[in-house]
């Protein structure tokens, strides 16, 4: 018989629900199914005073198809307990998929409530091995260390990023590390490129793949970054 007065354990996303409007979608990535727990509406999350300070705009509140794209690249591939870094992480698919391949995921957003979505969500799909930290580009904390695989996907929303995303990776890629970016084909990758060679990284497309976004067909390029062997700056 069981004791009234015990607590019962809380339900995934229950903290999420009494601040959001809140809706689950289903994505299938490497034949697995993966539920996810998002905002039901990003305008509902723009702040005119935060868009005011930094022009931030809430793009974390969506499962974007750069990420599904790269979710399926790295879930092919076995972790074997390497570390990974994701900037910009959102609500989660992509760690999640490279936690459950066996990488040691820290995800990092720029948003508060994007690491309490990606913690929720990791323990809605049983993975409940991912650690999250806050974290500005503009300033990445001088702890944060250096990573086997970074990964980030559709983050170059503006001129400024490529230079900012580029300098990211230079200082977390391990010495030999990979970095692995998404994109569905905004104007600035070809900036990103670019700003990659100025800090020591070659950056190289090395597939793309058509895909649907709300009916809407595009292609999403991944690049691959590596350190330059002529690089011996140790960034």
Known sequence: MQDRGQLQPAEPGESLRKRFELTQAREIVGGHAYELLRPRNIDDLISEEDFA??????????????????????ARHGGQGRTLLEL???????????????????????????????ATNAELNGVPTID????????LPDDLGVFDVV?????????????????AFARTLSAAGVGLLSDPGRRTAGQFVAECRKVGLIATCVEQKRTVDARAELTVSIYEIRRSPDDHAGV
């Open 53 to 74: 300070i930094d022009e931030r705009i809430p793009y974390w509140a969506e499962c974007w198809p750069s990420a599904r794209v790269l979710a399926e690249r790295i």
């Open 151 to 167: 990964l980030a996907s559709d983050v170059l929303y503006e001129e400024p990023q490529a230079a900012l995303i580029a300098g």
């Open 132 to 139: 999250t930290r806050l974290v500005d580009w503009r300033r």
């Open 88 to 118: 910009g992480c959102g609500i989660g698919l992509l760690s999640i998929a490279a936690a459950r391949a066996g990488f040691e995921v820290l995800a990092t957003d720029y948003y508060a409530d994007a690491l309490e979505f990606v």
